[in-house]
């Protein structure tokens, strides 16, 4: 299904040739975000989305090697001067989860550090590399949910 969907990106992409020939743009610039993650391009590391705007441009006529590494977007959701993408974070925990109080510090494999500031959130598990989803809320709050559990807490990135 994904190389399905990426070879309908590229031969979109070789269709538009004269556009792109002309001027290339990466497949990040093309899409909205939305777009971006419907065709699954979100779970590419950046060396695979480098290969595949190299690909693309070398199709279209612009030599490959004048393109630049693909480099991930820097990432402020959840810092109160956010910038970048919106909507939820999916990412997970490395390693045991044990739950959450207030004033416990998430990190997940991202790289984000997350703290629980909800004095009345609390959670009792014991998981190995659980799957969590942090959702933006009113106000500019933060939410963490483990996949599989009901209860979420609201916390705040911290790294």
Not at 84 to 105: L, V
């Amino acid at each position: 299904m994904r190389r399905m969907l990426l070879v309908s990106l590229v031969l979109s992409a070789v269709m538009a040739g004269s556009a792109l020939a002309q001027s290339f743009s990466s497949v990040e610039e093309r899409m909205t975000e939305a777009e971006f993650k419907a065709a699954g391009l979100d779970k590419l590391t950046p060396e695979e989305l480098a290969r595949l705007n190299a690909f693309i441009a070398a199709e279209t006529g612009k030599v490959a090697s004048t393109l630049p590494a693909a480099t991930p977007a820097v990432d402020n959701r959840g810092f109160h001067t956010q910038t970048g993408p919106d909507g939820a974070i999916f990412s997970s925990i490395s390693g045991e989860f044990r739950g959450w109080d207030k004033g416990t510090r998430v990190k997940l494999d991202n790289g984000q550090v997350w703290e629980v500031t909800d004095s009345t959130a609390r959670l009792r598990v014991r998981l190995t590399d659980p799957k969590v989803t942090i959702e933006p809320g009113a106000f500019g709050a933060w939410f963490l949910k483990v996949e599989g559990y009901n209860s979420r807490a609201g916390v705040k990135r911290i790294k």
